[in-house]
């Protein structure tokens, strides 16, 4: 089965009419701060799954949440202005205009598209054999 978060985050369903302001165009993180956070989020904490949920869920949320905090504030330390260089993407990476009107979509608000993959692995995992270093081994 495969389960798609990005998609669990769009659902208007879930996270109400405005769902695809998550979009890049109209990031709105106040739904995290205001009375959606309240009517949607609280009761039901299974719709954000970023990091998984329930006893499995990632050991490491809250230092990849500290490390992308200082990584925001270094980028934003030192550049001052962002602007998507839309001149520089190769025009097949750019949306089709039929997809202004497809119904469930961002209707246009799209720039650019989104490309998805599944990690890859090992099959059987990786074993290996490590010698330890030694004097006449190290250089
Ligand atoms: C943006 C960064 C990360 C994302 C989006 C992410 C996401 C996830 C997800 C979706 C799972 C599966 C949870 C489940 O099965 O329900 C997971 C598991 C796990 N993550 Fe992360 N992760 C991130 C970074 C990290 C980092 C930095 C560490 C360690 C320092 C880490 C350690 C783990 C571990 C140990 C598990 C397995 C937990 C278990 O199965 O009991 N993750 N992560």
């Known amino acids: 089965m495969i389960n798609s978060v990005f998609l669990m985050h769009r659902r208007t369903d879930l996270w109400g009419p405005d769902a695809l302001i998550l979009s890049f165009l109209e990031f709105g993180p106040d739904r995290f701060l205001d009375s959606r956070l309240y009517k949607y989020l609280t009761p039901n904490p299974y719709i954000f799954a970023p990091f998984g949920a329930g006893p499995r869920i990632c050991l490491g949320q809250q230092f990849t949440c500290n490390e992308a905090s200082y990584y925001l504030i270094r980028l934003l330390q030192t550049f001052f202005s962002f602007s998507l260089a839309l ?4 025009a097949e990476d750019i949306p089709p205009k039929t997809w202004t009107r497809a119904p ?4 246009g608000r799209d720039r650019i598209m989104l490309g998805t993959h599944v990690l890859l692995y090992a099959k059987g995992d990786l074993w290996v054999r490590m010698e330890e270093a ?3 081994t190290t250089l």
Not at 87 to 90: G, N, R, S, Y
Not at 104 to 107: H, N, P
């Open 87 to 90: 001149d520089a993407q190769p």
């Open 134 to 136: 030694n004097d006449e």
């Open 104 to 107: 469930g979509t961002s209707e």
